[in-house]
């Protein structure tokens, strides 16, 4: 078998799973793929069509008929997100998507959908995929889990960091570590897959790590697994 293993990232928001994934797969040849955007993107689509978050059936009826599709070229760039041929790429950055994304994620018949077209884009191996259920769920045979962490406070001065930076300054600190502290909660709390550690992960704590630091452990890491010649 030569198909290069699947590394699986996973972790809480704003650990850096989404930066630190791009660019080790980058290094690595491996394929990106944000299960995150996947979940903003189908969001987005109930909020602009106004369905009640409730009503599952109709969720899941919604979702299944949408064309989803990811484009990662750039490693310092965002995942870019098309929903039935609209680009969403800024819209699912939203504090309306944020903040509606860990209930419409936690839907059985949303994550169903979700994990199949997740384990199609892996099917032949060579993906580096980050989310929160990877390891655990999408991928119980990755060769390689890094469970990525930092503490809620440093994830909250992150995602503000880089709200600044883009301008966008609607919610103070404490608002941002609230956000995130509620979201890991509710993705924690959930029935279907919530989120947690593979008992087989590395886990990397970033409180004290740049970037790169994190990149590097991860690249050798994943060497240090493929099979010797
Ligand atoms: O980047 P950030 O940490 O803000 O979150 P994300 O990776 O974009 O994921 C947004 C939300 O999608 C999470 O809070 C989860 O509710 C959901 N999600 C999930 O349930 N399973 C995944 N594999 C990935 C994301
Ligand atoms: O995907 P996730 O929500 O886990 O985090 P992210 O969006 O990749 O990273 C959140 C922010 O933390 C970004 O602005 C990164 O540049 C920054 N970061 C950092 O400062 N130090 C690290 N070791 C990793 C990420």
Not at 3 to 21: C, E, M, N
């Amino acid at each position: 078998d030569r198909r290069l293993p699947i590394l699986a990232v996973d972790g809480p928001a704003g650990a850096g799973k989404s930066t630190v994934t791009r660019r080790a797969a980058q290094a690595l040849g491996l394929q990106y793929l944000d299960t995150g955007a996947m979940y903003r993107a189908v969001t987005w689509w109930c909020l602009e069509n106004n369905l009640d978050l409730r009503d599952e059936p109709a969720v899941v009826e919604a979702i299944a008929h949408c064309q989803l599709r990811l484009e990662s070229s750039d490693p310092h760039q965002p995942t870019r997100v098309w929903i039935n041929d609209r680009e969403v790429s800024q819209a699912i950055r939203s504090l309306e998507v944020t903040q509606r994304v860990s209930q419409v994620a936690a839907l059985r018949g949303v994550r169903r959908l979700m994990v199949r077209q997740q384990r199609a884009i892996g099917a032949n191996g060579g993906i580096a995929a980050e989310g929160r259920d990877i390891g655990t769920h999408v991928f119980p045979e990755a060769g390689l889990k890094i469970f990525l962490t930092a503490s809620p406070a440093e994830r909250a001065q992150r995602r503000w960091q880089e709200l600044q930076q883009q301008g966008q300054c609607d919610l103070s600190y404490e608002e941002l570590l609230a956000q995130i502290t509620a979201r890991d909660t509710a993705d924690q709390q959930r029935t279907y897959a919530p989120f947690r550690k593979a008992a087989d992960a590395i886990e990397i704590c970033t409180d004290n790590l740049g970037i790169d630091e994190v990149v590097s452990k991860i690249v050798h890491l994943y060497r240090s697994r493929l099979p010797q010649p």
